[in-house]
């Protein structure tokens, strides 16, 4: 989907209904898996002219042959995007849907479907607090003020499959919505507190006309209790519309928030670089000894989509040119990259072809065991592609029947 139109189907609570029939049984669509260790799950896309529908599904090979629907695809509802938390596949609803259903392997390694959680407004993003995979925090935002004046912060204990509280935060505390509304773009959770990256809009028009300020919101945690806003002219904003690509923590617990301002992801003006900015661990302000210039940096570019994958360094789709304002919503030009965000340097990944993203959705990648797995569609050909962080070097894998990959997690 165009992520032009997916803005406009997200602000209109559009639901988008497949075309392509697949038998909704949360089993018995599904083969037996191959006798091999490894499971995966995939959420896949697959566009028509008319609707996306979207679907899990397993492998136990990301790297050899092809990953097909055909017998071996759960029917998701509606628009989804995907988390994964101890050992739990979450296909998470949007446009309107606000389930969320979480997937696990039954005794016969097969996917399998637990219904139940479901939130009040479609989800913007669950983190996992503290690493153990106990127990997810997660926020949802309105898209304008006439679907609601309140965020809405939650605990979901992950072994119940239940929200454990819920706390409405009004957006005007948060930022002046005279002046636009917000989108959220990125949310960490670090010892005592709640950190949220977010970006001014117009909720009518989409435009970006505040441009000049990263923005990050500090709340309260477990309670969610709104204590400040902490700013920073630096850069612009963090993240871009619904890529969840705002803010990252490390194993330190040092906070960056990660500015693109790109015309591409949908901004509509760029007055600055560019940039990372750094909270250090402990601190609920922006280090001012800290700037990492990405425009200006070798092989650098705007990050368009990251992942955390350990040791100070992000796994990050980065810009090959700058864009203009006719990109605007292309989420194109991209490639693979590995960032330090200690060392400041940005290492272009090898192997890996220029590319457009799925914008408009979190980045489909995965960290397991030194490598990184994420999907790129490249001449009309959907693969997996491989990418060894030691080397900095992409590896091209299976080949996936589908438009896009929504999701990616390692489930044995």
């Keep these: 989907m165009n992520i032009k139109h997916l803005i406009e189907a997200t602000l209109l609570s559009s639901v988008f209904v497949g075309a392509i029939s697949c038998k909704k049984d949360n089993n018995d669509n599904n083969p037996t898996p191959p006798d091999a260790e490894s499971v995966y799950a995939l959420g896949l896309g ?5 609707a996306t529908t979207n679907y899990v599904v397993q492998t136990s090979d990301l790297m050899t042959g092809d990953i097909t629907l055909t017998g071996n695809g759960i029917l998701q509802d509606g628009y989804r995007d995907y988390a994964f938390y101890g050992s739990k596949f979450y296909s998470i ?27 009040d407004l479609p989800n913007n993003q669950l983190v996992d607090v503290d690493g153990t995979g106990k127990t997810m925090a997660g926020v949802s935002m309105p898209t304008g003020p006439t679907v609601g004046l309140n965020a809405e912060f939650y605990t979901i204990d992950i072994a119940s499959n239940t929200v454990s509280n819920k ?21 960490e959770v670090r010892g005592d507190k709640a950190f949220q990256t977010f970006y001014p809009v117009n909720a009518t028009t989409y435009a970006t006309q505040n441009t000049d300020t990263n923005y990050v919101a500090i709340y309260s945690y477990p309670d969610f209790v709104f204590q400040k806003v902490i700013k920073d002219d630096r850069t612009g904003p963090s993240g871009a ?3 969840r690509s705002g803010l990252f923590k490390t194993e330190s617990g040092d906070l960056y928030a990660v500015s693109n301002s790109s015309f591409s992801n949908g901004y509509s003006q760029s007055t600055k670089p560019a940039g990372i900015l750094k909270i250090a661990s402990g601190a609920t302000d ?10 200006e940096a070798a092989n650098g570019g705007k990050i368009a989509h990251a992942i955390y994958i350990g040791g100070g360094k992000l796994f ?18 991209l490639t693979l990259a590995i960032v330090d965000l200690v060392g400041k340097t940005i290492t272009r990944v090898a192997n890996s072809p220029v590319f457009a993203g799925n914008g408009g959705r979190s980045f489909a990648a995965m960290v397991d065991n030194g490598k ?19 080397t900095a070097t992409a590896t091209k894998g299976a ?9 990616i997690a390692k489930m044995k």
């Design 241 to 243: 519309f619904n890529t």
């Design 399 to 407: 080949t996936i029947e589908a438009t896009f990959v929504g999701g």
């Design 93 to 119: 609803g949007g446009l309107g849907i606000t389930d969320v259903n979480t997937i696990t392997l039954d005794a016969s390694d097969k996917l399998t479907t637990q219904t139940g959680l479901t939130f």
């Design 46 to 50: 697959v566009t028509t002219s008319t």
């Design 316 to 333: 990050a789709a980065i810009t090959t040119e700058e864009p203009t304002i006719t990109d605007r919503w292309s989420d194109g030009k």
């Design 372 to 390: 990184v797995y994420n999907a790129i569609s490249a001449d009309g050909v959907l693969n997996i592609y491989q990418t060894d962080i030691a």
């Design 286 to 295: 922006f280090d001012a000894d800290y700037f990492f210039n990405t425009d």
């Design 167 to 187: 706390v409405d935060v009004p957006i005007n505390s948060i930022y002046d919505t005279t002046r636009d509304w917000i989108f959220h773009t990125g949310f």
